[in-house]
Structures are given as structure tokens and as C-alpha cells.
């Protein structure tokens, strides 16, 4: 497998690796906002203190996004491991921006 990341070979593991890598980091980045936001509704976080980092997240999960629609693969049998990956990823993408939306309404 030539599996390639911005021109790069990936490290070992191929396409899985790297879907499974960039899937964690959009988990990662909607857990932490989660937590911020729960911590904001709850009078415990100012806004501005909740908002920044999730301008964080949001550019954390687009950038894992990116690196998977940009994955060269090889094997066809990956791809429909990476549409799944892609349309889970834009929707929890979705779900931070409307979550930074939301900490406008105080």
C-alpha cells in the first residue's frame, strides 16, 4: 500500500492508521468542547473563556478532515472506511460550530 499523507509517506499501518489517528483527534476535540460547554451552562466557565477553546477544536477537527479527504488510498477496499470516517467527522464538525454558536446567545 502507497498510502500517502500531503505528499509523505504514512507511518506504519497505512490508511487505517491514519483514518483511525484523525478520527481520534476529532473524538478528542468534540469531548473537550462538550466539557467546556457543559462547564459554561452550568455558570462554572465565562464565555470567553469557553470560546476560545473552541475555536481550538473547531480548527483541530477540520484539520483531521482535511487529512482524511486528502489521503491518497490505494486499496479500494478503504474507501468506504473513509466515506464513513468523512461524513462522522463533518458532522461532529457541525456540532462544534453550532456549539460556538450557541455561547453567542448569553
Not at 17 to 40: C, N, T
Request: aromatic share 4%; glycine share 8%; proline share 2%.
Amino acid at each position: 500500500m502507497h498510502a500517502r499523507r500531503f505528499g509523505h509517506r504514512m507511518a506504519v499501518g497505512g490508511a487505517t492508521a491514519e483514518l483511525s489517528h484523525s478520527s481520534g483527534d476529532v473524538v478528542s476535540a468534540v469531548a473537550s468542547a462538550h466539557q467546556g460547554v457543559m462547564l459554561w451552562a452550568d455558570g462554572d466557565a465565562t464565555t470567553q473563556y469557553v470560546r476560545v477553546p473552541l475555536d481550538d477544536m473547531i480548527e483541530q477537527s477540520l484539520s483531521a478532515y482535511g487529512t482524511v479527504v486528502n489521503l491518497d488510498i490505494d486499496d479500494a477496499a478503504d474507501e468506504p472506511m473513509r466515506a464513513g470516517v468523512e461524513a462522522a467527522m463533518a458532522e461532529a464538525t457541525r456540532v462544534l460550530v453550532s456549539s460556538r454558536a450557541v455561547t453567542r446567545f448569553e
